[in-house]
């Protein structure tokens, strides 16, 4: 079997956040399924540059960023964090994953670490595990610079994304989900919510607002310019899609909901109807995301 041109790309399924994008990305590089420029390039789709710096003295010995120099350092220095401590698999298997907190879920997380604290603000970090000594464990969390030096600037310019890394005290403990349940789960969810949401009568107050379909595909649209790499698995990505979905689906419904019902009760039941979609999307996707890192090593 023949495998995919270097940096072909599936060009049907958005990234919801730079950990997601920055993790298949660089998992694909690391498994020579994908190039750096691939990488950067898929990078350069949530903010025009990117830097990483060290957290911590026990970071920078990891990776070899620089340090007590703090200084924020350039795209390339990022490529030489995530080798580093992604070292030279023997395994065949992923050095990279994926963390999506939220509170009271900080399951992968390192507690009582200032990785912790961070990567739950952001609701997202991407965790990097040294194939040799589970002790060389990093954690990178991103974040959005802007350029507001300007006093005329309204609203200030995106200016890079950085990435802090931290270490920590071993590698975490990722719980494994099954795709096949995740995309149940998420169908069941689906159309639970539709139920319910069907039975208290939302959009059909009179409320004049947009159709809500073409509300939900303006939210998809904004987000396809963010790729995954082959050798992506179908199913996952349809999952990642199904999941994306949703997603925007849940954002439509939820403003909806305060405008198109008629009472208090009726918000409150679409509201606690959208609840239990969120946390199936968020399962879907780490189970998508589990088979997209496994499979570039599978080649």
């Given at each position: 079997?023949?495998?995919?041109?270097?940096?072909?790309?599936?060009?049907?399924?958005?990234?919801?956040?730079?950990?997601a994008?920055l993790?298949v990305?660089?998992?694909?590089?690391?498994?020579?399924e994908?190039?750096?420029?691939?990488l950067?390039?898929?990078?350069?789709?949530?903010?025009?540059?990117?830097?990483v710096?060290?957290?911590?003295?026990?970071?920078a010995?990891?990776?070899?960023l620089?340090w007590?120099?703090?200084?924020?350092?350039?795209?390339?220095?990022?490529?030489?964090?995530?080798?580093?401590?992604?070292g030279r698999?023997?395994?065949?298997?992923?050095?990279?994953?994926?963390?999506?907190?939220?509170?009271?879920?900080?399951?992968?997380?390192?507690?009582?670490?200032?990785?912790?604290?961070?990567a739950?603000?952001?609701?997202?970090a991407?965790?990097?595990?040294?194939?040799?000594?589970?002790?060389?464990?990093?954690?990178?969390?991103?974040?959005?610079?802007?350029?507001?030096?300007?006093?005329e600037?309204?609203?200030?310019?995106?200016?890079?994304?950085?990435?802090?890394?931290?270490?920590?005290?071993?590698?975490?403990?990722?719980d494994?989900?099954e795709?096949?349940?995740?995309?149940?789960?998420?169908?069941?969810?689906?159309?639970?919510?539709?139920?319910?949401?069907?039975?208290?009568?939302l959009?059909?107050?009179?409320?004049?607002?947009?159709d809500?379909?073409?509300?939900?595909?303006?939210?998809?649209e904004s987000?396809?310019?963010h790729q995954?790499?082959?050798?992506a698995?179908?199913?996952?990505?349809?999952v990642?899609?199904n999941?994306?979905?949703?997603?925007?689906i849940?954002?439509v419904?939820?403003?909806?909901?305060r405008?198109?019902?008629?009472?208090?009760?009726?918000?409150?039941?679409?509201?606690?109807?959208?609840?239990?979609?969120?946390?199936?999307?968020?399962?879907?996707?780490?189970?998508?995301?589990?088979?997209?890192?496994?499979?570039?090593?599978q080649?």
């Open positions: 079997m023949t495998g995919p041109v270097q940096g072909e790309q599936l060009d049907c399924e958005p990234m919801w956040c730079p950990s994008t993790s990305w660089a998992n694909a590089w690391l498994a020579g994908a190039a750096p420029d691939d950067l390039d898929a990078l350069s789709c949530w903010a025009p540059a990117q830097s710096t060290a957290y911590d003295a026990v970071a010995g990891h990776t070899g620089p007590p120099d703090i200084d924020d350092t350039g795209v390339i220095s990022l490529l030489q964090t995530l080798r580093t401590a992604a698999s023997s395994t065949g298997t992923p050095s990279i994953s994926v963390v999506l907190p939220i509170p009271g879920d900080a399951r992968g997380l390192a507690p009582g670490t200032q990785f912790e604290a961070d739950m603000s952001a609701g997202e991407v965790i990097v595990t040294h194939p040799d000594d589970p002790g060389l464990a990093v954690g990178l969390v991103p974040e959005f610079e802007y350029d507001d030096s300007d006093g600037l309204v609203i200030p310019e995106l200016a890079a994304l950085s990435w802090t890394v931290y270490s920590l005290p071993g590698a975490p403990v990722i494994h989900i795709l096949g349940e995740a995309e149940y789960e998420l169908r069941r969810a689906v159309r639970s919510a539709a139920d319910t949401l069907t039975a208290i009568g959009g059909s107050t009179g409320v004049d607002v947009d809500p379909r073409a509300m939900v595909e303006q939210l998809l987000a396809r310019h995954v790499p082959e050798p698995p179908s199913r996952a990505v349809r990642l899609e999941a994306a979905h949703v997603d925007a849940i954002t419904t939820a403003g909806l909901s405008i198109g019902t008629q009472s208090l009760s009726q918000a409150q039941i679409a509201t606690d109807a959208l609840r239990p979609l969120a946390a199936v999307v968020r399962s879907a996707r780490m189970a998508a995301l589990s088979a997209i890192l496994q499979a570039a090593w080649r």
